[in-house]
T-cell receptor, first 109, second 113 residues
Framework: GQSLEQPSEVTAVEGAIVQINCTYQ??????LSWYQQHDGGAPTFLSY????GLEETGRFSSFLSRSDSYGYLLLQELQMKDSASYFC??????????FGSGTKLNVKP | ETGVTQSPTHLIKTRGQQVTLRCSSQ?????VSWYQQALGQGPQFIFQ???????GRGNFPPRFSGLQFPNYSSELNVNALELDDSALYLC????????????FGPGTRLTVL
């Protein structure tokens, strides 16, 4: 089976940097995605890593280590609007997906 | 460019009934995936359709079935509804099978009484 672990909740202040970790166990691993979901909204795509290393997109960066079955999402210059749930999701066996339970990020002024 | 749309927004059914949910994929996308999201949980993958064929399936029983049409829109059918089927049902579209980047619709909130 598949399993993903990520922290259930993280709190940080506006302007700070926060890292959300994700460890996974899966067979047929293809890649790791990150999605953001505001309360009552739909998940929106943030990033995808298939190879080891860091991918940067504006204030958000995502990292993957396939040998450690580990990834993280880094959010810089936190803004109040970043308060949301963040999900890591593995893509496995090419066309199957498994989402974690999500990390609720609370950004405080 | 039209985004992913889903209908209906909300639905109330009773146990044992059948339900059909609909999804229109984003313009140009030929792949649709369906997810079930219980309150406070992450989306759970139900299945994916690519060019009108089921392309991959998660751990859901056969009473969850689907269709994809030539215009790439899709339906999710659930038979013999159970109370635990109450959830937000999300569809997501992407390009060419797989789906590194999936675009989600707003979801259908299903309540089973």
């Amino acid at each position: 089976g598949q399993s993903l672990e990520q922290p259930s909740e993280v709190t940080a202040v506006e302007g700070a940097i926060v890292q959300i970790n994700c460890t996974y166990q899966t067979s047929g691993f293809y890649g790791l995605s990150w999605y953001q979901q505001h309360d009552g909204g739909a998940p929106t795509f943030l990033s995808y890593n298939a190879l080891d290393g860091l991918e940067e997109t504006g204030r958000f960066s995502s990292f993957l280590s396939r040998s450690d079955s580990y990834g993280y999402l880094l959010l810089q210059e936190l803004q109040m609007k970043d308060s949301a749930s963040y999900f890591c999701a593995v893509r496995y066996n090419f066309n199957k997906f498994y989402f974690g339970s999500g990390t609720k990020l609370n950004v405080k002024p | 460019e039209t985004g992913v749309t889903q209908s209906p927004t909300h639905l109330i059914k009773t146990r044992g009934q059948q339900v059909t949910l609909r999804c229109s994929s984003q313009s140009g996308h030929n792949t649709v995936s369906w997810y079930q999201q219980a309150l406070g949980q992450g989306p759970q993958f139900i299945f994916q359709y690519y060019r009108e064929e089921e392309n991959g399936r998660g751990n859901f029983p056969p009473r969850f079935s689907g269709l994809q049409f030539p215009n790439y829109s899709s339906e999710l059918n659930v038979n013999a509804l159970e109370l635990d089927d109450s959830a937000l049902y999300l569809c997501a579209s992407s390009l060419d099978g797989g789906g590194n980047e999936q675009f989600f619709g707003p979801g259908t909130r299903l309540t089973v009484l």
